[in-house]
C-alpha cells in the first residue's frame, strides 16, 4: 500500500557531502499517505546491526538524531512533493552504509524503533 524509494548514493570522498531522497507513494489501509507519517533514516553498515540515523515528525517540526550523525546530517521534508531528505555533509569512512528510509513508527518505538514501511535502501560509500 505504501511505497518508498531511496536515491541519492554514491561514492563520496571523506568530509564531502551526499544528499538522499526518500519518495513516498501509496496510501495505507486507513487512508493515510505520505504527509500524514513520521519517517525516519537508518543505515547498516558491512557486518553490523541496522541503527537509527534521524527522524521528523508527520509536520517536520520535531527531529531527533542518533549521536554519531548530530551536527553533521540534517533530516528534512517536503510533503507537497511527497520526499524526505537526508543531507549529509563532512561524511567520513564509518558512515559507509546501507541508508534505508521507513514510516509509520510503532507509537511506544517512536522514535528509534520499529516502522512499519521500509524502502529497499541506497549505498552510501565513504571512501578515497
Known amino acids: 500500500q505504501v511505497q518508498l524509494v531511496e536515491s541519492g548514493g554514491g561514492l563520496v570522498q571523506p568530509g564531502g557531502s551526499l544528499r538522499l531522497s526518500c519518495a513516498g507513494s501509496?496510501?495505507?489501509?486507513?487512508?493515510?499517505?505520505?504527509?500524514?507519517?513520521?519517517m525516519g533514516w537508518f543505515r547498516q553498515a558491512p557486518g553490523k546491526e541496522r541503527e537509527f540515523a534521524a527522524a521528523?515528525?508527520?509536520?517536520?517540526?520535531?527531529?531527533y538524531y542518533a549521536d554519531s550523525v548530530k551536527g553533521r546530517f540534517t533530516i528534512s521534508r517536503d510533503n507537497t512533493k511527497n520526499t524526505g531528505y537526508l543531507q549529509m555533509n563532512s561524511l567520513k569512512p564509518e558512515d559507509t552504509a546501507v541508508y534505508y528510509c521507513?514510516?509509520?513508527?510503532?507509537?511506544?518505538?517512536?522514535?528509534?524503533?520499529?516502522?512499519?514501511?521500509w524502502g529497499q535502501g541506497t549505498q552510501v560509500t565513504v571512501s578515497s
Open positions: 521528523i515528525s508527520a509536520s517536520g517540526f520535531s527531529t
Open positions: 521507513a514510516q509509520d513508527p510503532l507509537p511506544e518505538s517512536w522514535p528509534r524503533g520499529t516502522y512499519r514501511y
Open positions: 501509496g496510501r495505507t489501509a486507513s487512508g493515510r499517505t505520505f504527509s500524514n507519517y513520521a
